[in-house]
């Protein structure tokens, strides 16, 4: 029967009653010209056939359906081999849609010589594992080796079924927005229902709650969490939140690409690395819809396809994540670094890395505190780009994080308004953003306008916008408010402990240094490392570091050097 397109189950007639009651992990393959199909059919049948069903379909659309039925069924796929050049659904868009049915499937796409630019596109767009060329002939030598290692990758990593959270909540109710973005932030998969839909209903009358106090999370064991705080949501949906013991090599704080980097870097190096978040690994990054300047991702990557990437990395090598643990204070007794948390525990280390980046401003126009999260947003584009569809969206900013936010929104958005105190974008804005911007006819750019004041009393309903340099007002209505107005370090906790400069930076290595000397208490002969604060073995990186570049590279490269130099301080400890 795997001659028949799109037939997910195996009902050959030699399949054993025990291969029935545990199905075998299928390996799917689509390709719209029925020869191409069934001879890759044949091929991947001759090899794998005994261990894996071989499903093939002949379009985009007949293999979405088989995986939805097979996830129904709850069977597992281990590879989706797809070809480029279909019509209605190209490869790279197929398997754009596969990853949301089977996210942990390998993928590898099959094109003809002409089409490996598209190949490579899609190495970042889908986290495509390979592209094969067209034909594959032998086999043995084209394409067995592929599926062998593709088949590797998908057995040496975690393929049960992925567990799913279900939220019910309401699109302006604050604390429901901010527990999707919690979710989305940590990579968490979940199902959102409106309490204004059926499904939505009934899985509160299921839940025996009546809605009142929103959102209602079903975690993946049953568990039903009203209003849930991030640490009791994180340990019902598998992040750890616990150290496993007290005293690391290194304990780094903050999980933006500073500290990811020191985590892969301290914990592949052999140091015992944990790293602690307050929020969700990837920091600021993690919240762009593409970062097009970072080293190696000619077509760009998003931030969350990155953070991905890094934590796995990370946990490849050994290091501990802890997520929602906030750190409230570093304190230095001897030799140890012992770093509180805020709800009263404690770890110790040797070496501190300092990574926590920094945090959005507040827009504090008249109104706005009243909406936030029913309307206005900080930095959840991401999140919210979905019920942001035919809606007329503000942006706030004149930054990259800005525009990137607008290029994501104005996909579904009717139109998108940047909003810019100055008078021209090319002061914040990388050129190439800027050209981006300008080529979409949906966003429009409002120079020298801020917003005076914001209305609405269930959620966002009008803003005032104020040109900067007439005064003139004008009242417009809106829904949406995306703000991005800088960012501050959030470092007050530990004022009394390292030096840091008039914004809360943090200082470092050479400007530390007032007239060639180290500064007042410094305890060694030595001057401090590059990246060192005023407490020797105390470390700092990215974007918290004062004079840092606010850059993903320079971060991730300055949590790479970090360690280097903990390795040198532990050298001599
Ligand atoms: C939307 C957006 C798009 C961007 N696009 C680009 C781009 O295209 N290219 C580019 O090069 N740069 C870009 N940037 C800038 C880039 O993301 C930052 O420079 C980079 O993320 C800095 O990394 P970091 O690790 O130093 O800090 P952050 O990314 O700010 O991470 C710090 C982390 O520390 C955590 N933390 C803070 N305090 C504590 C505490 N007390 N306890 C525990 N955890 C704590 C935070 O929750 C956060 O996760 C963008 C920024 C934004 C916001």
Redesign the pocket.
């Known amino acids: 029967m795997d001659d028949a397109p799109a037939a997910p189950a195996d009902s050959r007639p030699d399949a054993s009653q025990e291969s029935r009651a545990r199905p075998r992990p299928a390996i799917v393959t689509v390709d719209d010209d029925p020869d191409v199909s069934r001879a890759v059919a044949r091929d991947l049948r001759r090899h794998y056939g005994e261990n894996y069903r071989i499903v093939r379909a002949e379009s985009g659309e007949a293999g979405l359906e088989a995986l939805r039925e097979m996830k129904l069924r709850g069977d597992l796929v281990s590879v989706i081999l797809a070809d480029y050049r279909m019509p209605q659904l190209n490869g790279i868009e197929f398997l754009e849609r596969a990853m949301d049915i089977y996210p942990g499937a390998r993928r590898a796409l099959l094109t003809a010589y002409a089409d490996t630019g598209a190949a490579i596109e899609a190495i970042n767009v889908v986290d495509l594992d390979y592209y094969l060329l067209k034909p594959w002939d032998p086999p043995e030598e084209k394409l067995y080796p592929v599926v062998d290692s593709l088949l590797q990758a998908w057995l040496s990593s975690d393929h049960k079924p992925v567990p799913e959270t279900k939220v019910v909540g309401h699109r302006w109710s604050a604390r429901s927005s901010e527990v999707r973005e919690f979710l989305a932030r940590n990579q968490v998969p979940y199902k959102w229902f409106s309490i204004d839909d059926q499904v939505g209903r009934e899985l509160l009358a299921a839940a025996q709650t009546d809605g009142q106090r929103l959102p209602v999370v079903v975690a993946p064991d049953g568990a039903v969490l009203i209003e849930p705080s991030e640490p009791d949501l994180a340990s019902h949906v598998g992040l750890a939140t616990t150290p496993s013991t007290d005293f690391y090599d290194l304990i780094v ?8 980097g020191a985590a892969v870097y301290g914990a592949s190096e052999g140091l015992r690395t944990v790293l ?19 080293l190696g991702f000619p077509d760009g990557v998003s ?1 969350a396809q990155l953070t991905d990437r890094a934590r796995r990395q990370a946990q490849k090598f050994g290091a501990e994540i802890l997520t929602t ?4 204070g570093l304190e230095v007794t001897g030799s140890a670094r012992t770093v509180h948390f805020a709800d009263g525990s404690s770890i110790s280390a040797h070496t501190v890395i300092l ?6 401003r507040k827009l504090t126009a008249e109104g706005v505190a009243n909406v936030t999260g029913r309307g206005v947003f900080y ?1 959840s ?1 991401l999140t919210e780009a979905t019920s942001c569809i035919d809606e007329d969206i503000y942006i706030v900013g004149g930054a ?2 800005a525009g ?2 607008a290029v994501y929104l104005a996909k579904g958005a009717r139109s998108v308004t940047i909003l810019v105190r100055s008078d021209s974008l090319a002061k914040s804005m990388s050129h190439y953003l800027i050209e981006q911007v300008e080529n979409i006819p949906a966003i429009k750019v409002r120079t020298c306008t801020e917003v005076a004041e914001a209305y609405g009393t269930d959620h966002l309903e009008r803003l005032t916008l104020r040109n900067s340099m007439t005064g003139e007002t004008e009242t417009v209505p809106a829904q949406y408010l995306f703000v ?1 107005i800088g ?1 501050a370090p ?1 470092t007050e ?1 530990l004022a009394d402990v390292v030096e840091r400069d008039d914004h809360g930076f943090v200082l470092a290595g050479p400007d530390l240094l007032v007239d060639g000397r180290p500064p007042a208490g410094w305890p060694l002969d030595r001057p401090p490392y590059h990246l060192e604060s005023s407490v020797p073995g105390v470390f700092v ?4 570091r004062a004079e ?8 991730v490269g ?2 790479a050097m970090a360690v280097m130099l903990v390795h040198r301080y532990l050298e001599k400890l």
Do not use: C, M
């Open positions: 704080i903050g999980g933006g690409p500073a500290g990811l602690v978040e307050r929020t969700a690994t990837g920091g600021q990054a993690g919240q762009s819809s593409r970062i097009e300047n970072y931030g643990r906030d750190v409230t990574a926590t980046g920094v945090a959005y930095g584009a990259n994080s990137q936010a991005f960012a959030l906790w990186a990215g974007d918290v840092s570049a606010k850059r993903v590279a320079s971060a300055e949590g």
